[in-house]
C-alpha cells in the first residue's frame, strides 16, 4: 500500500493530476463534484462525532451524507450526457473522425461521471460502515446490561 503511494506521489504529482483531470473533465461540473466531495467528507466526520448521539440526529448525519453523494453522482452523470452530446455534435459537424479523436472525446466526458460515481461509492461506504459500526455498538450495550 505505501509503496502504492510512494508510486503516485513520485509521478507527476497527485495534485497535479487531479487538477488536470478536473480541468479536462470541465471546471464548473468537476468543482460542484468535488465541492459535494469535501462537503461529505464533512458531514461523515459529523456523524462519527455522533455515533453516540440519539437515533434522529444520527439518522439525519446519514441521511444528508447520502443525499450529498447522490446529488455529486447526477452532477456527474447530467454532464458526461451534455458532454456526449457535445461530442457527438462536434463529429456530426467534422464528418470523418479517426479513431484516437473518438477516444479522446470519450475519455473526457467519462471524468465527470467517474468522479461523481467515486464520490457516491465513498458516501455510501461510509454510512454503510457508520450504520454497521452504531448497531455494534448498540448490540453491546444491550448484552453488558
Known amino acids: 500500500m505505501s509503496a502504492l503511494l510512494i508510486l ?5 504529482g497527485f495534485f497535479t493530476q487531479l487538477g488536470n483531470r478536473i480541468q479536462e473533465g470541465g471546471t464548473f461540473p468537476m468543482t460542484l463534484i468535488l465541492i459535494c466531495f469535501g462537503l461529505m467528507l464533512f458531514l461523515i466526520a459529523r456523524a462519527v462525532m455522533q455515533l453516540k448521539a440519539t437515533q434522529p440526529k444520527f439518522k439525519k448525519a446519514i441521511s444528508l451524507v447520502n443525499q450529498i453523494a447522490l446529488l455529486a453522482f447526477v452532477i456527474g452523470f447530467f454532464n458526461q450526457l451534455i458532454g456526449l452530446i457535445q ?3 462536434a463529429f456530426e459537424a467534422v464528418g470523418d473522425i479517426s479513431p484516437s479523436l ?3 472525446g470519450l475519455k473526457l466526458t467519462f471524468l465527470p461521471g467517474i468522479f ?6 465513498l458516501g455510501r461506504l461510509a454510512t454503510f460502515l457508520l450504520t454497521w459500526i452504531r448497531i455494534e455498538d448498540e448490540k453491546n450495550l444491550v448484552h453488558t446490561k
Open 8 to 12: 503516485v506521489l513520485q509521478e507527476q
Open 87 to 89: 461530442v457527438f455534435d
Open 102 to 104: 473518438l477516444a479522446g
Open 116 to 121: 461523481g460515481g467515486f464520490t457516491f461509492i
